[in-house]
């Protein structure tokens, strides 16, 4: 006969309606105690216990209670395990537990927990991948399943953008369409999606309907939709601060009650935001509030993008509060624990902040000089180096700039120790120098570092329609297609090659394609022609008969251009200009030029010039000087005047331009005057 406890727990697990799962926990306590050591009631028993705590959120008493089961136990509650340890923080753990368990060949239910754990522990990548599984095999789903799925797959897409990883997101789920403005889940992870793409408009939009839907929803209690409102106000909040919209700002984090927020990631955020604000009026007052900021640990920490926001505003309360060594000795000693370089967002900030730090907020020149000493002893910070480099381009030196991010490519390149590949043909990096070249007009150049960062990304992954370097390869491919050399021909040939590997579907990496090895290996391309348009379609629209009637249109050449819009030139020289051409075409040499004199503005040729034109003002016979003392000089000159002294004579300069007064040179010799000094005695 069963035991009585083991008979009640069977009956309790075949109700329909169980709701009191602290009631299932005592009757499955009971049934422990009566049940035989090692009898299948007893893993029944114990089985029930460990999902009642799980639904208490006893997650740690819940894994007290798996080791106690023992590995028979465990065995059977591999999702149980892994989910506990999932919720206690344990990731590492969980995904241990997950592996062991082969998921692909395991239930629905395991295949969400390892979702969520590699979301998480910011796996992204994987768990979006997971998700547009579940979602494409339905089979075995229950209802609801598939909103919560969408649900998920656009959180995490909007995590992949905030990682900056844009490009494992489908072009086709970066939209959103009308099946996300039906929930305000949906459409909150939507704005989220659209904040990670910097397009806050339409997030702001979209908050507002994930707003009204909750609001109006029948389906959630009080203290369920003043939970759910929560991190949508948040979110709300911060959007309204990027528009510029500091008063709505303002006036939202003012309606939130700080008791109404359960989740404490959501309370920091929400602490943070306001602290912003004030920072504006008063930033040592802000820096003194962000103190107050908890620390979040657990499986509620910060993911690592929302790490560097927090520690980007830290460093930026305490630069508008003059703390500059402070900030340079802990930016310096945080990067000293990094492998440099590295292009890793979070670390990357820390140079741009001991570089503000150092050159205490100056810009131009004067921040060159702090900045570029530092820069000599830490070679390798990629932060400091982007720096420098925007101040050179802001003093309008992109020459300089370039020769630093060149030489930097050098040492990767040089640096055999360590691969340092990944940063040297980083998307970015390698965007800044086509961007430096192109300013500088080095078309070689740009197309020379586009083949190199083209090839690379192409052997550092197998093809894939969301690969880490397509979009690079793409620009790559159509850069080198503009060029003529067979070289550059063939690196587009190779990059668009791998693109229709990588996407099947890709009208434009065919047509790529095509272009690239149309004249040189023809049979490459003959398959991929049926994709082109036909020139009928082309030309349907086009009327050849108008086209030859209206003539060709012609663009005049620079030096015919800048003969016709000069208005230097007479109609006498445009003649003389059509004259030596005729003579040019008789083979006469053409006659020589004269050159134009230039003539004043108010020349009258009737008006005869003045013949005193080229003298001094104060030669010049019309001269009538100003004041008494003007007057006396004139009168003392030598110019129509008579000559005082003995001393003096008149010389008649030259060319008629009047005389000067010469006082005549005194007898004797040397300076002594006409008597000679008394030698003194010996």
């Not at 990944?422 to 430096?436: E, K, Q, W």
């Not at 016709?564 to 003389?576: F, I, M, P, V």
Request: charged content about 30%.
């Amino acid at each position: 006969m069963p035991d009585p406890a083991v008979a009640a727990l069977n009956s309790l697990l075949r109700g329909t309606s169980i709701e009191d799962d602290a009631e299932a926990l005592q009757v499955a306590l009971a049934a422990i105690k009566s049940a035989k050591p090692g009898s299948p009631d007893l893993i029944t028993a114990q089985h029930a216990r460990v999902v009642a705590l799980l639904k208490l959120d006893r997650f740690a008493d819940a894994l007290r209670a798996l080791a106690e089961g023992g590995q028979p136990l465990e065995e059977i509650c591999v999702m149980e395990k892994a989910y506990a340890l999932y919720k206690t923080g344990d990731l590492d753990g969980a995904d241990a537990v997950l592996r062991t368990a082969n998921v692909s060949a395991q239930n629905r239910a395991l295949k969400h927990v390892a979702a969520q754990v590699a979301y998480r522990a910011e796996r992204t990548e994987d768990a979006a991948e997971i998700y547009r599984e579940l979602l494409k095999n339905q089979q075995g789903a229950n209802y609801g399943e598939e909103n919560d799925l969408k649900i998920n797959l656009l959180a995490s897409n909007a995590q992949l953008e905030w990682q900056g990883k844009g490009w494992a997101v489908p072009e086709e789920e970066k939209k959103t369409g009308r099946e996300e403005l039906e929930a305000f889940e949906t459409a909150y992870n939507a704005a989220c999606g659209s904040i990670s793409r910097g397009d806050f408009a339409k997030a702001a939009v979209l908050l507002k309907r994930a707003r009204d839907l909750c609001e109006a929803s029948e389906d959630l209690s009080e203290e369920e939709r003043k939970a759910e409102l929560v991190p949508i106000l948040v979110q709300q909040a911060y959007v309204f601060i990027r528009l510029g919209k500091t008063e709505e700002a303002a006036n939202l984090h003012k309606s939130i009650e700080l008791s109404d927020v359960s989740d404490e990631s959501t309370k920091a955020i929400l602490r943070s935001n306001q602290v912003i604000l004030q920072s504006e009026k008063n930033p040592f007052l802000a820096a003194r509030m962000s103190q107050s900021i908890p620390q979040i640990t657990g499986n509620d920490r910060f993911f690592e993008y929302q790490a560097s926001a927090f520690q980007r505003n830290e460093y930026t309360l305490d630069l508008k509060s003059q703390k500059f060594p402070g900030v340079e000795r802990r930016t310096f000693k945080l990067l000293s624990k990094e492998s440099l370089p590295t292009i890793s967002s979070s670390k990357c900030d820390l140079g741009v902040f001991s570089a503000a730090a150092i050159s205490e907020l100056k810009t131009g020149k004067e921040a060159l000089r702090a900045i570029l000493p530092y820069l000599e002893k830490r070679p390798k910070d990629l932060g400091l180096l982007l720096t420098v480099i925007q101040l050179y381009l802001q003093l309008q030196n992109p020459t300089a700039a370039l020769s630093l991010l060149e030489s930097f490519f050098d040492k990767l390149e040089r640096d055999t120790s360590t691969d340092r590949s990944n940063v040297r043909f980083a998307p970015g990096l390698v965007a800044l120098a086509v961007s430096l070249y192109r300013i500088q007009n080095q078309r070689t150049a740009l197309r020379k570092e586009l083949a190199k960062a083209a090839a690379h990304w192409q052997k550092k992954s197998a093809p894939s329609a969301r690969g880490n370097g397509n979009r690079l390869i793409r620009e790559a491919g159509v850069e080198l297609l503009r060029s003529s050399h067979p070289e550059d021909l063939a690196a587009a040939g190779e990059a668009f090659t791998y693109l229709v590997q990588a996407q099947p579907d890709d009208r434009t990496a065919k047509a790529g394609l095509i272009a690239s090895f149309a004249t040189s290996d023809f049979a490459k391309v003959e398959k991929y022609l049926d994709i082109l348009p036909p020139v009928d379609k082309l030309t349907a629209g086009v009327d050849v008969g108008a086209l030859l009637e209206s003539g060709v249109a012609t663009l005049a050449s620079k030096g015919n251009a800048a003969q016709q819009t000069s208005k230097k030139r007479s109609l006498d020289e445009a003649t003389s200009d059509e004259k030596d051409k005729q003579q040019q075409g008789q083979g006469q040499p053409a006659a020589k030029k004269r050159r134009r004199r230039k003539l004043p503005k108010d020349f009258d040729p009737d008006k005869k010039p003045d013949p005193e034109r080229w003298l001094p003002l104060r030669d010049r016979a019309s001269y009538r000087p100003k004041g008494k003392k003007g007057k006396k000089r004139v009168q003392e000159s030598t110019q129509g005047g008579a000559v005082k002294g003995e001393d003096q004579e008149m010389l008649e300069l030259a060319g008629g331009a009047g005389s000067v007064k010469v006082e005549k040179a005194g007898g004797g010799g040397g300076g002594g005057g006409g008597k000679k000094k008394k030698k003194g005695k010996k």
